[in-house]
């Protein structure tokens, strides 16, 4: 279904949303004026077609600005930001991709924008010193090309290379060779460390080598072969991946879903032969395998776009989406004095080039108002917080309602990362993350992180102080692919029935005491006693209690009744001075030192 553009009236709208929902599809309707097709993009984005001689200078120019090793992980806590979309056709250049960075290709299939060079688009590790490695290699994505890679990187086959951790994700990667999701750099004595991950959608012909990756989430998506594991390898609705197995004994800790039991995968941007621009919107399937790409779409023509640029106000980007637009946000950062407003069903949010919503009204930086369905917030998007108290950055229904969405016509947020701390030489703050209040909304792929370190340095004496990553409140709320490390209460809270989680990993944070954390009894992933059906798949929890001695009891609490509905949950002692005493509520083996990187798990 390809929706009218600025032909259409509001009667028109209406019957092109009764059909786009009735094949699963989200579209919202908008009797704002048309939007220029294609669009004006600020210089945050360029777009490329495959004659265009300056491609390897622009993209070698915004990696010498947020790459390299010179210092490492140079551009970690940069301003700049960047979005390169590719249209149809074969590209020669190698693309390095660096912090804030987001490659894209415009095709409506992977096959249509194709790299053929010995690289192509590729990431290394930001710290060639191993025990730095990927650790810190945040914040950039890549997705909807083909891949013909064939570097053969030091110890490793010939092939793509993605050594990255947290905020990474890949999606719509058709790789024809194999697939390094780490790297090595000689001399050193091993690969480096790294701390992902997350694909989806995505098919790679050879072989997929995860090395030094802790853990990782493979969703839908097919491999010729999957190869090994350390602590938490999470695969759902893929074809080609390893069987399930708890424990990181031979052959390795897979935690195996065969289907997806719901999702609508990432819209994505597109371009037709006369230049015209979309957003194509896949529709939403149920107990799912494999890429997909040949899915149902919807496409919503830029004329039923607005694109923002950071110059602009709250005030000035809510005036669009009132009127029924969605909004695509441009790289840059966005200082907002208030939040930016959904409020229509089927509406988007749409970021490039990790646009970066800092709060400084002591507001949330998105709120989707209440009672409605099938909106899509839809990253590469950063929450930031501010100096003035925030309840939360994200707030999705309204606190108290609990309204109970359609599972039919789902609500979406994908890509989605936020943080307390990190860029700023001030104090800031936020209560909670991100707070989902409605139910039937799917989470794909959050990296919700209280800093521990900062542009100043270690982050010391509960400072940039946050209590929680996520707290749910809606039933029937899935996530895949969840981190969140570091807050200063239980690090997720949730209070929904019939919620389901695909891959969590989290760490306690570094700077608390007994007194202040283990004595109160918090913990890494807890579900409410109220809570009658919850399922968590892959629920990991790792410790490095940094600065002090402190005991926790448990790293999972749950209602006794639903411990079973945990698969292959586990601790880590990374380092420091920590002890959890058992892995889900009174289950599992202590985990503590001497010795680093030790999994603790819970089998049957």
């Known amino acids: 279904i390809i929706m009218s553009n600025s032909t259409a009236n509001m009667a028109s709208c209406r019957v092109l949303l009764l059909i786009a929902v009735a094949a699963g599809a ?23 077609s495959p004659t265009d001689t300056d491609i390897q200078a622009k993209v070698d120019a915004a990696f010498a600005t947020n790459g390299g090793h010179q210092p490492a992980d140079h551009g970690q806590f940069s301003s700049a930001r960047f979005s390169f979309l590719f249209k149809p056709g074969k590209y020669t250049q190698d693309v390095p991709v660096g912090f804030y960075t987001t490659v894209a290709g415009l095709g409506d299939h992977p096959d249509d924008v194709e790299f053929t060079a010995a690289k192509g688009v590729y990431c290394e590790e930001g710290n060639y010193y191993y025990a730095g490695g990927a650790l ?27 050594a990255t951790s947290q905020a ?67 695969h759902v609705g893929n074809k080609g991946g390893p069987a399930a197995h708890c424990g990181n004994s031979q052959p390795g800790p897979f935690v195996v879903e065969p289907n997806t039991p719901v999702m609508a995968e990432k819209p994505f941007l597109s371009v037709d032969a006369q230049g015209k621009f979309f957003i194509t919107v896949p529709a939403l399937k149920t107990n799912s395998q494999g890429p997909g790409w040949d899915t149902p779409v919807t496409k919503i023509g830029f004329e039923q776009v607005f694109v923002a640029q950071p110059s602009q106000t709250a005030s000035d980007i809510n005036a669009q989406l009132a009127a029924g637009l969605h909004v695509v946000l441009t790289p840059g950062i966005y200082n907002l004095t208030a939040p930016l407003q959904l409020t229509h069903s089927n509406q988007m949010l749409l970021g490039l080039g990790f646009a970066t919503l800092v709060s400084v009204g002591g507001t949330p930086v998105i709120q989707v108002a209440d009672g409605l369905d099938g909106v899509r917030i839809v990253g590469s998007l950063l929450l930031q917080a501010g100096a003035k108290p925030t309840t939360t950055l994200l707030q999705w229904g309204t606190p108290g309602s609990r309204y109970p969405g359609k599972a039919s016509n789902p609500g979406f947020i994908y890509d989605v990362f936020a943080r307390v701390g990190g860029p700023d030489t001030y104090p800031v703050q936020a209560e909670t993350m991100v707070r989902i209040d409605s139910g039937n909304v799917v989470g794909d792929n959050f990296w919700l992180w209280r800093a521990d370190h900062t542009v100043s340095g270690s982050v010391r004496d509960s400072a940039n102080p946050c209590d929680h990553g996520l707290q749910v409140f809606g039933d029937n709320v899935t996530f895949y692919g969840l981190a969140v490390e570091h807050t200063l209460q239980d690090l997720v809270q949730w209070n929904g029935n019939n ?35 919850h399922r968590g798949l892959g629920v990991a929890v790792y410790h490095f209690f940094r600065d002090n001695p402190v005991t926790v009891a448990s790293g999972i609490s749950c209602p006794t009744a639903l411990e079973s509905s945990f698969v292959s949950p586990l601790t880590v002692f990374l380092n420091g001075q920590g002890t959890i005493t058992h892995v889900l509520n009174d289950k599992g083996p202590t985990s503590t030192g001497p010795q680093g990187g030790t999994p603790q798990y819970v089998c049957p």
């Open 26 to 48: 989200a579209v919202a309707c908008s009797a704002a004026a048309p939007q220029p097709n294609p669009p004006t993009f600020p210089d945050t984005v360029q777009v490329f």
């Open 136 to 162: 810190d290699t945040f914040w950039r994505a890549a997705e909807n090309f083909q891949s013909n890679a064939s570097f053969a990187w030091a110890g490793m086959t010939g092939g793509m290379l993605w």
């Open 168 to 234: 990474t994700p890949l999606r719509r990667v058709h790789v024809n060779r194999a697939l390094s999701l780490y790297e090595y750099q000689p001399p050193y004595q091993a690969a480096g460390y790294s701390s992902g991950g997350f694909m989806a959608s995505c098919q790679v012909e050879g072989k997929v080598t995860p090395g030094s990756q802790q853990q990782y989430i493979a969703r839908n998506s097919a491999f010729g072969e999957w190869v090994g594991g350390n602590w938490n390898m999470v």
């Open 499 to 533: 919620g389901q989680v695909f891959f969590y990993q989290s760490e306690l944070p570094y700077d608390v005491t007994q007194s202040n954390f283990g004595d109160k009894g918090f913990v890494g992933y807890r579900v409410a006693d109220n809570v009658t059906s």
